[in-house]
């Protein structure tokens, strides 16, 4: 779980970042980036679309979150929106953070450990 001041969770912010945030896309994953002056928030969007087990969908978002909290501090200050895609729920869910981590510094969003 994020610490409250990394936690993007108010729908109206989430809307914001999703309407007007730079979009980023990949395989699994669209990435939804909006600059802010200080501070880095985070979410994790993921439909019924995605999988209609609540387990699988939430075993998606313990690994997204828990490979962001773990870098928290190598981000770029600004709101990220990690919207997944239907083709995630076929991979393997471990092999989905290393990706998205990759991904983030391939986009320059992340700095290297």
Known sequence: ?????????????????????????SPHF???FLR????????????TKVSKSAVKRNRIK?????????RVGNFKSGDYAIIVK?????????SLGPQLTQLLHTLKLLSND
């Not at 779980?1 to 896309?25: H, P, W």
């Not at 239907?86 to 471990?94: G, Y």
Request: charged share 30%.
């Open 86 to 94: 239907p083709i995630a729920a076929k991979a393997e869910a471990k």
């Open 30 to 32: 669209v990435i939804k």
């Open 62 to 70: 313990r690994v997204l979150r828990d490979q962001m909290r773990t």
């Open 1 to 25: 779980m994020f610490k409250r001041n990394n936690r993007l969770a108010k729908t109206k912010d989430v809307e914001q970042v999703i309407k007007r945030g730079q979009s980023f896309f």
């Open 36 to 47: 802010q002056p200080s501070g880095v928030r985070f979410t994790v969007v993921i439909s």
